[in-house]
């Protein structure tokens, strides 16, 4: 089997917060990660489901692309993420 060709292999120092908030329809407990390697947007994981999503304000005002990315249950679970990612991203 032939080597793998590694299209990158960077070093970067992060910053990371680690949040939890509960709203009328769920609990979110969120790793907000920031880094320059996406090009201003972050990583957010959900660290109840381990998904993540590379996110920025456009994104996260995006409630479809929020519920399919998290694997929400309802549109409301999607505008609270939404609304909380919009002021903290």
């Known amino acids: ?10 070093i970067e120092k ?10 009328e329809h769920a609990r979110f407990d969120l790793m907000l990660t920031t880094t320059a390697h996406f090009y201003g947007k972050k990583v957010v994981t959900c660290l109840q489901t381990n998904r993540t999503a590379i996110l920025n304000q456009k994104d996260a005002a995006n409630l479809m692309y929020l519920a399919e990315a998290f694997a929400l249950k309802s549109e409301e679970e999607a505008e609270e993420l939404s609304e909380f990612l919009l002021a903290n991203l």
């Open 14 to 23: 992060t910053e990371t917060r680690y949040v939890g908030f509960v709203g």
């Open 1 to 10: 089997m032939a080597d793998p060709i590694v299209m990158y292999d960077e």
